[in-house]
């Protein structure tokens, strides 16, 4: 089991940036592709943003594209997720997954991970 532990969130204002940080004592965290999904109050979990095991590749969900950039250090076993103008409709636990890389699941939905964090609570202000 890869434990994942994510920090960085916490209340901020609209139009603020936040950094979400995902790290592991896992030393098979570069044999990983990761994610980044979001549940807001009473609404189901979403998609956000994923990034490739090498961080060769990167994709998002529409409604960050633009605004956030998710980024990896696999010699820090660590992934980032970097949110800027926030909006008070990304007020969500943050939750960050991991997939075996070349894994047959797609990596922007919930059956694909293998491992998720506890998450962290970002409150944006309006």
């Known amino acids: 089991q890869v434990e994942l532990v994510e920090s960085g969130g916490g209340l901020v204002q609209a139009g603020a940036s936040v950094r979400l940080i995902c790290t592991t004592s896992?030393?098979?965290?570069?044999?990983?592709?990761m994610a980044w999904f979001r549940q807001p109050p009473g609404k189901d979990r979403e998609f956000v943003a994923g990034?490739?095991?090498?961080?060769?590749?990167?994709f998002y969900a529409d409604s960050v594209k633009g605004r956030f950039t998710v980024s990896r250090d696999n010699a820090e076993n660590t992934v980032y997720l970097q949110m800027n103008s926030l909006k008070s409709e990304d007020t969500a636990v943050y939750f960050c997954g991991a997939q075996t890389a070349y894994s047959p699941y797609p990596l922007n939905r919930d059956y694909g991970i293998e491992h998720w964090g506890k998450g962290t609570l970002v409150t944006v202000s309006s």
């Open positions: 896992d030393r098979t965290f570069s044999n990983y592709s």
């Open positions: 990034i490739g095991w090498d961080g060769g590749r990167t």
